[in-house]
């Protein structure tokens, strides 16, 4: 966790520079800190396993939200959908470490 607050930290610095391209990173702060998101979810999937908890994230798609100003193609209560799905899994059939997106796991 501590490598990747680093690297994230590294970013943030860089963007506000104005020299992250420079620096190897891309120019796209929403996708970094998606990406970051999914690394600190497989981080600690494999921190947590074997205390049984399951740990994921999920992309809701794009939302008509404020964020999107409300030109969205899916609903708030839709692009929730996924986060139901999982919370409710049975705890046998219960996925950790995993990115989903539309109640289904998706590559990185």
């Not at 860089?14 to 996708?31: L, M």
Request: charged share 20%; proline share 3%; hydrophobic share 40%.
């Amino acid at each position: 966790v501590e490598a990747l607050s680093a690297l994230m930290a590294d970013f943030v610095n860089h963007a506000q520079k104005g020299d992250h391209n420079e620096q190897g990173w891309p120019n796209t702060c929403y996708g970094t800190s998606k990406l970051g998101v999914i690394a600190l979810t497989k981080i600690l999937a494999r921190t947590l396993a074997g205390r049984q908890i399951a740990v994921n994230c999920f992309c809701p798609g794009y939302c008509a939200t404020d964020m999107s100003s409300q030109r969205g193609t899916k609903t708030a209560a839709q692009g929730a959908e996924t986060a139901v799905w999982l919370a409710n899994l049975d705890k046998e059939a219960r996925l950790t470490g995993g990115f989903f997106q539309d109640s289904a796991p998706r590559e990185w």
